[in-house]
């Protein structure tokens, strides 16, 4: 009962960030789904299987622009040949070909009765009487692409969680599907709060803490391919708080930065309990993050997440991602990981995971280099500005010598993996 000992804040139970992402997990199911217009499509995951609806190509075509021919005229080399038809993409063969004769073609032009084999013409030579002159055997089958290589009839293209790329547009384009079934993306609202806060179109207040949080979460939205709704800035009043919060428990995800700690005037906890939110773990040991907390109500995702900006960015990448990804349909829910040579040491306190900015190079070896950004206060935003990876230091508290090989989650592109990529311990 790892969840409901840490939904109330006890220190009985130490969830890891690997245990917390299970949770989280367990909690989302793909969504339904919505058909859309192929050109609305790319990136979206299909919730439908796809056959071919011809074979595809619907003949034998050349794959060459050159001569199509009997190989078996070629026994004796050179060899010349009587071109008989042109036959250019699009047209239809109205020759067979005979003995000593050929057919100048065109790429994706239909293969002629009697010819097996095309040879290019760059393999030729031709003369000023209407034949051709080759001087390389081919074998059977040369530089033809069977009827239906690409598909056949009835067959299965494309499953359902399929990513939709562009390669994959142009398959769909190739069955002629217009319209398709893809998973519907959830609705996503944002809510900051605090009255230390200034509103982007707020008056300039130098007291005052900017609402970096709200623009930096609707970005890692963004990057989803999600248009989330900013539901802007609750203020530290339970009555101004709760009226936000109602608002945002009508989506399928509602992402809280800020108030989720235990300061006596942190109010979000209590006030989605009152809300009738069930809390399922609050704090994870990690740094930064470490007050992050996850709830439900109804199937609507709600992720108390911290108020400094790193911390907020950080839990994104580890529990608001995964989560978003699965209910977006796609099998790959995890950041990629990969290896890097450590330029400098590098130590962790121990008992908690902890996630470092760092930014990658290439080195002269073909492998990556790490080096940290710097000063890894949570509050430092500059940091995730530069930082194009997070280095993992598991939570043993191991101190790290430069050149060591070290784990890191790539920040910069849109790869994923199945798995998390990670140990907590070493």
């Not at 409901?4 to 220190?11: E, F, K, L």
């Not at 293969?111 to 030579?125: L, M, Y």
């Not at 235990?262 to 309990?273: E, Q, Y």
């Amino acid at each position: 009962m790892e969840a409901n000992t840490q939904a109330t804040g006890s220190a009985a139970g130490r969830l890891s960030v690997l245990a917390a992402q299970r949770i989280v997990l367990d909690h989302v199911a793909p969504a339904a789904s919505e058909t859309v217009r192929l050109e609305a499509s790319l990136g979206r995951v299909l919730a439908e299987e796809v056959r071919a609806n011809r074979d595809q190509p619907p003949y034998d075509v050349s794959a060459m622009d050159g001569f199509a021919l009997r190989a078996g005229d070629l026994a004796a080399i050179p060899a010349t040949l009587v071109v008989v038809e042109d036959i250019k993409a699009g047209d239809r063969p109205t020759k067979t070909v005979g003995p000593g004769q050929c057919v100048r073609i065109m790429t994706g032009a239909p293969i002629p009765a009697g010819a097996d084999a095309v040879i290019r013409v760059e393999d030729t030579h031709t003369l000023a009487d209407g034949r051709v002159e080759i001087s390389t055997r081919v074998a059977p089958g040369n530089d033809i692409r069977p009827r239906g290589e690409n598909m056949r009839t009835g067959e299965i293209v494309l499953t359902p969680g399929t990513e939709i790329t562009p390669g994959v547009i142009g398959l769909l384009a190739t069955v002629k599907r217009a319209q398709v079934d893809v998973v519907r993306r959830p609705r996503v609202a944002i809510l900051s709060t605090g009255d230390e806060l200034e509103g982007l179109d707020e008056p300039f207040d130098p007291e005052k803490i900017p609402n970096s949080n709200s623009y930096a979460l609707m970005a890692q939205l963004q990057a989803l391919g999600i248009e989330p709704v900013l539901l802007g800035i609750a203020r530290d009043d339970p009555e101004d708080l709760a009226r936000h919060l109602k608002a945002g428990l009508e989506h399928d995800v509602l992402l809280v930065s800020g108030g989720s700690s235990v300061g006596v005037h942190d109010f979000v906890r209590p006030m989605l309990a009152t809300l009738n939110v069930e809390m399922h773990f609050w704090r994870v040991e990690m740094r930064p993050g470490h007050p992050v907390a996850f709830g439900t109500r109804n199937g609507t995702l709600v992720f108390g997440l911290p108020g400094n900006p790193v911390s907020s960015m950080v839990c994104f990448e580890q529990f608001v991602a995964p989560a978003l990804r699965r209910r977006l349909g796609h099998p790959r829910l995890f950041r990629r990981t990969a290896t890097a040579r450590l330029t400098h040491a590098l130590g962790n306190r121990p008992g908690r995971t902890e996630f470092v900015r760092v930014v990658l190079a290439p080195d002269s070896a073909g492998g990556l280099t790490a080096s940290s950004t710097g000063n890894q206060s949570s509050g430092v935003l500059r940091s995730m500005a530069v930082a194009n990876a997070l280095l993992v230091l598991p939570a043993s508290g191991a101190q790290l010598t430069a050149g060591e090989m070290v784990t890191v989650q790539l920040l910069d592109g849109t790869s994923y993996q199945h798995e998390p990529g990670f140990e907590e311990t070493a």
